[in-house]
């Protein structure tokens, strides 16, 4: 109470979460969002696509479970590209209705026909954890961001960004295997 009375009444901490897309064959992050924490991970994925020029061409858009959705599955086979996405769980076919659900329920049958652990080497959704890998780059850059206006939080992303692409494109390592 003597707190509250001192310094005014803390409200629920929140945070910001960052959206990455990436070329895995480049390494350069291509489009990025930068949210609050009260957003979902699946409706940002269209305006992350919005964000690629219309005329560059996306092999595959490959997503955690949070992502299966229509309107992700629906985004990705606007742009041409093949969604690469596991089915939750419990996950029931669509209505082939549209070329989305049709997509989805392939995986669907494909993924109940050869396992999950099949089906992700054969896709290969290991590529996924390139993305992991940018968001611990972009942490070496700080756990915090200092800017508390939003508009600068964004601004103070984009220069990470701009600077781990940078970075990427000067060079990365090779590795080689020794015997």
């Known amino acids: 109470e003597w707190q509250a009375r001192k ?8 945070w910001r979460k960052v959206h990455l897309a990436t070329d895995t064959a480049t390494s350069d992050i291509r489009a990025v969002e930068f949210t609050s924490s009260s957003n979902g991970d699946s409706p940002i994925l269209p305006d992350l696509l919005d964000q690629i020029p219309e005329g560059e061409d996306i092999g595959s858009v490959t997503a955690d479970g949070a992502y299966d959705t229509r309107r992700c599955h629906t985004a990705i086979i606007d742009r041409h590209a093949t969604p690469i996405i596991p089915i ?92």
């Open 7 to 14: 310094q005014g009444v803390q409200g629920r901490r929140q």
């Open 88 to 179: 939750r769980k419990n996950g029931r076919p669509w209505k082939e209705d549209c070329p989305a659900a049709i997509a989805r329920n392939e995986i669907l049958r494909a993924t109940r026909h050869y396992g999950r652990a099949f089906w992700k080497r054969w896709t290969v959704y290991h590529v996924r954890s390139r993305i992991e890998a940018k968001v611990r780059c972009l942490k070496a850059f700080g756990e915090r961001i200092n800017a508390r206006d939003p508009d600068r939080q964004t601004a103070e992303i984009q220069i990470c960004i701009a600077l781990m692409n940078r970075f990427s494109a000067l060079g990365t390592a090779e590795i080689v295997r020794v015997t």
